[in-house]
């Protein structure tokens, strides 16, 4: 997997930088993805620096960390409805604007190909192999009737806003 | 009122505990009901923790505070348009997406009813009971000729960006 | 230029208020209007404070620093229509709501110059002489083929992730 941003922007740093680092906090609320982007792309960064980094998965957010083969989910009309309607899974990404039933995403990925820039879900799997918490939020699992065989591998138990502040005292974080 | 939120996830917390928490601050910038249940929900999570706590009102979040039997506001036809437009009131908020007519918000407001998530106006009510300051941005008020009285009660003085700035250092601070 | 928020709002600060300021980093990531406005007034009044400020423009919100001249940029199809698409300069500016092929704009702004509401491009010039840093990002850049030719004046050296997120430690960070 060549990917360019490891290779051309991550500084070496020892264990006494790594000290110096505040800790990273993502609270990962779009689904959209010019903006999971960012949210996979500085995730990877802070921890790849050595920042302790989180990703709290939110609202739409937590449609990227929902397996890509759960098509409709949730025990009642209106649960299915919603996940008919933005169909979960980071396969499965909009854009936030000039979506063009798909061509956006797929002419953004194209580029970003092109470029070396790793794909979301490149990136997903980067930050697990780098430690990254990835945290799906209790209370979105609840309303869409998710359960935790519908989330992908490698998340840690679902949780909710305060364990999020907890995290996010002297850390930097970030609403995406 | 059944708030599963306060139920379920705040922990008990003795005064040592606030001395440790920094405060927060949210930039209420969205006017949309799948952005203003994030503001509320993370603001009294936040006070109930023990966290100083204050939401900051601006632009298309101003319209979260303002009266819902407010209907035309401004002296101008500019003015009057907007809020024509977007009608300001916690009652009448919009999802960012999915809106449908307002069929997408009540499913949502449904779906959390079901799962005893309080709506943003027993949030709003709640953050007022656990003294999370609400400050309207001055400088909306004027573009939009909002007047005091066109707000609901319980906020404090009109502020600019200065005072929100000052807030957030030593803060989490959230823009959303 | 009679500058509302500079007259009014600004206090008077000495050398010593400076130290116990942080840092303000915004990640001006949406080319929004009413994103790239509150990004402005932000910036600029966190500078006016004595906050050493940074605003890093990436993915959408790069626009905002792109030559109002430049129409048509990129070297292949793709990225050429990414940028028909979204005309790229501050004088382009959309709504992310209420656009209206741009009579929401025009309202916006007419209400602004009424009310002594400084204009993005003249924040964007304030930023500039109180000494914010405007730092292009290199990776979006990239992707939709921008040279530093095509780019304003007075912007920093292209960066990626990693500088953000090292700029950000101890800082006030928004991503807006």
Redesign the interface.
């Known amino acids: 997997m060549a990917v360019?941003?490891a290779e051309?922007?991550?500084?070496a740093h020892t264990h006494e930088d790594q000290h110096?680092?505040?800790k990273?906090v993502i609270?990962a609320?779009s689904g959209d993805l010019?903006?999971v982007?960012?949210q996979m792309?500085?995730a990877t960064?802070?921890a790849a620096?050595g920042?302790p980094t989180t990703i709290f998965f939110?609202?739409?957010g937590l449609f990227s960390v929902v397996k890509d083969q759960v098509r409709i989910t949730g025990e009642n009309w209106?649960?299915k409805?919603?996940t008919v309607?933005?169909r979960p899974g980071m396969e499965h990404l909009k854009l936030g604007?000039?979506n063009f039933g798909g061509a956006g995403p797929a002419?953004?990925k194209?580029?970003?190909k092109q470029?070396g820039?790793a794909s979301p879900n490149e990136l997903l799997e980067i930050a697990r192999e780098l430690g990254v918490r990835l945290v799906p939020c209790q209370?979105t699992m609840?309303?869409l009737g998710l359960q935790p065989e519908d989330m992908i591998d490698g998340l840690e138990e679902p949780a909710?806003?305060?364990?999020m502040?907890?995290e996010?005292?002297?850390?930097?974080?970030?609403?995406?």
């Open positions: 360019r941003q051309l922007e991550i500084p110096k680092h505040e990273l609270i609320w010019d903006k982007w960012p792309i500085l960064t802070g620096m920042m939110t609202f739409w209106m649960q409805m919603m309607l933005d604007k000039m002419m953004m194209h580029l970003g470029h820039v209370m609840d309303l909710g806003a305060t364990s502040l907890l996010a005292q002297d850390a930097v974080t970030l609403f995406i």
